[in-house]
């Protein structure tokens, strides 16, 4: 109505829509190619400018994968050590592990209020010690380790394997420490047999020979309440550290507990030498440890040698682009292509054209005509734990639905092509003589047959003409044409004209 002259005012009351929806409709009509331009559109945002870029995001896939135990703290110290900008922060990292499927989103529990959080105020101050089991041979055998921490320091002072947790082998352990690092002020201790004769027998109070040794080291023994696990916390939390980052890797794994103790050895070290802890601002333990330590002190690194912290972060220009071979796919008319099982958005305008994906270094890009048009995170499914990459197949693809759009109806010519809007369109020799319909979706003309795709070409043709096009949707007619008395005619057709089209006399 607005077309033929009504006022947008006057339509837009009768409708009962606002004068804004009119306009947009009629700018979508002229620039989406009529009605087929006019139907619901999400009203999702294409992008959203402060997200967090692809690259960064599957860098975080990348640390997850390959340390399954970092949690999002843990993953943002390493991208800020590698120098990524901008540092995305933990609630945004967290994120992208749920996103990709590494974390199971669950509420986390509440802390308990009559929780009481402490810590001694210098090094040496108190250790605290236990005993855990799980240490396996690989023929089966249980070990157990006479396991000791510092409490300010966070400083793993004893880590001994034995083959039963006895009084003499937790002894010769805790003597071992005292040697290397010097006495502590007092050890923290549960109610063990091996620690204390507190429950004796018939409520029998006796001296154990771990008491024997703190007494003649001037060591003040402390115990802690019955059925009080979180007490001796801090040694209980390198326990879980210890079995998520070394037996999930060294667990039945050596012959004999020599090697197996090489190996727990090599992993304290690189605990309280090379690894952050949170609690102690993302430094080593040695760190604070060295604080502590008194003259002639033993420590685990030479006097001085205090590991040098990681330069600042030095930004980079980012690596161009390689282009890789990738396999060929066709944008939907939502802006999504599927690749190994998942959708991924392309920009809407490229709806109905052929696109390349590449899949790699977690990355997926998605080209078009050699231009890197979108960026995502690959994404795999959960059905393994096995890193391996999805296996892309360019085979024969099957046909695709024709978009619904206004469309009009040409018949093939005997070259293979249709004419629209005054353009030759390649339809192909198999289609020859047959009646396709051309429509325009997004940028693109689109050729059907039966419902079904044909095939798709960029708009070659002036935009101009379409109205005129789809005035005619079966073409112009045929016009009838008489030829001069006695000449002899000889009629050719041009190539790549429609069937209709008048024929070109040649005497």
């Known amino acids: ?73 843990r993953i943002g110290y390493q991208l800020e050590r590698d120098g990524i900008i901008p540092l995305p922060g933990r609630t945004s990292i967290y994120r992208a592990l749920v996103r990709n499927g590494l974390v199971s989103p669950g509420q986390r ?13 210098r090094p040496m101050e108190l250790w605290q010690m236990d005993v855990v089991g ?37 002894c010769e352990a805790l003597l071992a420490a005292l040697r290397r690092h010097g006495v502590p002020d007092q050890i923290l201790t549960d109610n063990g047999k091996v620690f204390t004769g507190r429950f004796g027998p018939a409520g029998i109070s006796a001296e154990v020979l771990f008491d024997r040794i703190c007494a003649e080291n001037g060591i003040r023994h402390l115990l802690t309440a019955p059925r009080s696990p979180t007490t001796t916390g801090k040694v209980e939390r390198w326990h879980k550290t210890m079995r998520a980052e070394f037996l999930t890797v060294h667990d039945y794994q050596h012959a004999t507990v020599a090697e197996l103790q090489a190996a727990l050895d090599a992993w304290v070290d ?83 054209e052929p696109v390349e994906a590449v899949a790699a270094d977690h990355l997926v890009r998605i080209f078009h005509r050699e231009v890197l048009v979108a960026e995502h995170v690959q994404r795999r499914k959960p059905d393994t734990g096995q890193q391996r990459e999805v296996r892309l197949r360019q085979g024969s693809r099957r ?80 016009q009838p044409y008489d030829a001069p008395a006695g000449a002899a005619v000889k009629a050719k057709p041009l190539r790549g004209r429609p069937a209709g089209r008048a024929l070109t006399p040649t005497p």
Request: glycine share 12%; net charge positive; aromatic share 6%.
């Open 1 to 73: 109505e607005v077309l033929e002259g009504a006022s947008v005012t006057e339509v837009a009351r009768r409708f009962k829509v606002s004068r804004q929806s009119v306009h947009s409709w009629l700018t979508r009509y002229a620039a989406g190619g009529g009605l087929g331009g006019l139907g619901d559109r999400s009203s999702r945002p294409h992008g959203c400018p402060h997200q967090m870029g692809p690259a960064t995001e599957a860098r975080i896939v990348e640390i997850r994968r390959a340390h399954p135990a970092w949690g999002a703290d």
């Open 109 to 121: 529990k509440r802390r308990r209020a009559d929780y009481r959080r402490w810590e001694r105020g």
């Open 270 to 352: 690189h605990y309280n030498t090379e690894r952050p802890h949170q609690a102690l601002g993302m430094r080593p333990p040695i760190e604070r440890f060295q604080l502590g330590a008194g003259p002639g002190v033993e420590t685990v690194v030479e006097p001085g040698a205090v590991p040098a912290m990681p330069p600042a972060a030095v930004v980079e220009p980012s690596p161009r682009v390689v282009r890789l071979p990738g396999v060929q796919r066709w944008v939907d008319q939502h802006g999504l292509i599927s690749l190994g099982g998942f959708r991924y958005r392309v920009p809407i305008v490229l709806a109905g």
């Open 399 to 478: 046909p695709r639905r024709a978009t619904d759009a206004m469309a009009v109806t040409r018949v093939v010519d005997s070259s293979g092509y249709v004419s629209f809007a005054g353009t030759n369109y390649r339809v192909g020799n198999a289609w020859r003589r047959r009646s396709v319909e051309v429509s325009i979706v997004a940028g693109s003309v689109q050729l059907a047959c039966d419902g079904q795709i044909v095939r798709m070409h960029p708009i070659r043709h002036d935009r101009v003409k379409e109205h005129g096009a789809f005035a005619t949707p079966n073409g112009r007619p045929r």
């Open 134 to 170: 799980g240490f396996h041979l690989a023929d089966g055998v249980e070990l157990k380790a006479v396991s000791g921490i510092d409490d300010n320091s966070r400083f793993g002072i004893s880590a001994k394997l034995v083959r039963r947790a006895t009084a003499g082998p937790v």
